[in-house]
């Protein structure tokens, strides 16, 4: 489907042999196809993420390209930038989901910077968020933090199970649940 | 550039503690806050909330997805449709607390029908948002409006017409 040479990064296998062709980021480059994943499902095997994160690293460790030009040392280090990135996004499950979102033209999932009057998700938003605020003891807390970790866990499923029917407005709602999970997640690591 | 209050991302008076507005090492390098989103964010006015079940009370209750921020502001209205009083609970970033707190000490004492005329460019001028904090302010417009449409909800429903006005308006949007 895609040309060898078009990978967005140096490619594997080829090692220092190929330093002198060090090629700078395609713009188009995609954080999937650096990652040699053909089809861009929300569904990944991270194992196997991890695992080509860590050639890649290695590939383009800077000290194999010690001797290349500085142009190319650059691009080198640009690769390694993308690389970078594209696993940031493929690891994180809300990460993926927005970049997803946005692959599959819908709209970024983020919702710009648009205003939501969702009372139903708002509500229990607000009544979480007070929970988090009132939480006294280090044992409320920590059974909050299990309760937003189960339920983040169960969206990341519904998420998921949303993609592979290519229902996008489902999945930009989970979307906005798991950020709104995050979010409270985050507040209450903050307490602890 | 932002983050430093950004990080706290919820309570309010607990976080500003927690969360340091300006890091000392790193001040000189970031935009400061603006002394009115300072001010605000440190004493926020009228936080609390209203029995949301009141005749007399609006509640508006909004979201901004791209930040996880929710913000709640209520009013209580008179039978003339004056504001008699506001409040709201925030959580979210420094500029959304900030941009809550100026709009219920705006909307006091104004009619329902002046507040749905108060423009989030206002609220971000006088806090000098930067452009990409200008959504919060957004929030804070967007709840006033929630609020003003409860309370007229709530008044129609219960086959008043204190303000006609008002009731128009809502008749028209609906």
Known sequence: MREEASTPYEKPNEGPSSLSTVQPVRPEAQAYEAFNIDQETFDVDVKRLDRTFRQLQTQLHPDKFASNSPVEQEHAANQSAFVNGAYSTLKDPLARAYHLLGRKGGSDGQGGEATIEDPELLMVVMETREQIEEAASPVELQQLQKDNAAKQTDCVQKLGAAFAANDLKVAEEFVTQLRYLRTAGDAISLKL | ?174
């Open chain 2, 1 to 174: 550039m932002l983050q430093s209050l950004r990080c706290a991302a919820g309570a309010l008076r607990e976080s500003s503690a927690a969360c340091q507005l300006v890091r000392p090492a790193v001040a000189a390098a970031q935009r400061p806050y603006h002394k009115n989103v300072v001010d605000h964010y440190e004493n926020p006015r009228n936080v609390g909330s209203f029995g949301k079940n009141d005749a007399d009370v609006g509640t508006g209750l909004v979201g901004a997805p791209a930040c996880g921020d929710v913000m709640k502001l209520q009013i209580k209205v008179d039978e003339a449709g004056n504001i008699t009083d506001s409040c709201f609970k925030t959580f979210g970033c420094g500029s959304a607390i900030a941009s809550s707190s100026v709009a219920t000490e705006w909307i006091k004492g104004k009619t329902i029908e002046e507040v749905v005329s108060i423009k989030n460019s206002d609220i971000a001028k006088h806090l000098s948002l930067p452009p990409v904090k200008l959504h919060c302010s957004m929030l804070a417009e967007d709840a006033i409006k929630a609020a003003v449409k409860d309370v007229q909800a709530k008044r129609a429903a219960a086959g008043q017409a204190a303000s006609p006005a008002a009731d128009e308006k809502l008749a028209a949007s609906a």
